[in-house]
Nanobody
Framework: QVQLQESGGGLVQTGGSLRLSCAAS????????LGWFRQTPGGRRELVAR???????LYADSVKDRFTISTDNAMRTVYLQMNKLTPEDTALYFC??????????WGQGTQVSVSS
């Protein structure tokens, strides 16, 4: 089992930046992929960014060139650097881990709110 704990959410103005962190209970090298998803009230949970064990990354079109996903293996942490935030980025952000290519684990979420 993988436990995930997010932090770093908050309120920011349009054009501002935030960095989300997600600490994992297992070494990152043992996890197939790590990712960030977001969900608005009444909306579906959607992929924001994903990083694979080989280092490759995948981004939603809406966040390309603004968000960057990265990992710190020593800290067992995955980050999401978010720049040029807009009100459309307002959501509850979840950390996700795919373990042993089969098991999905989720954090409890951290709220990001962007004011206009």
């Amino acid at each position: 089992q993988v436990q995930l704990q997010e932090s770093g959410g908050g309120l920011v103005q349009t054009g501002g930046s935030l960095r989300l962190s997600c600490a994992a209970s297992l070494p990152i090298s043992s996890i197939n992929t790590l990712g960030w998803f977001r969900q608005t009230p009444g909306g579906r949970r959607e992929l924001v960014a994903r990083i694979f064990s080989g280092g490759g990354t995948l981004y939603a079109d809406s966040v390309k060139d603004r968000f960057t996903i990265s990992t710190d293996n020593a800290m067992r942490t995955v980050y999401l650097q978010m720049n040029k935030l807009t009100p459309e980025d307002t959501a509850l952000y979840f950390c996700n881990a795919l373990y042993r290519s089969t098991f999905n684990f989720w954090g409890q979420g951290t709220q990001v709110s962007v004011s206009s």
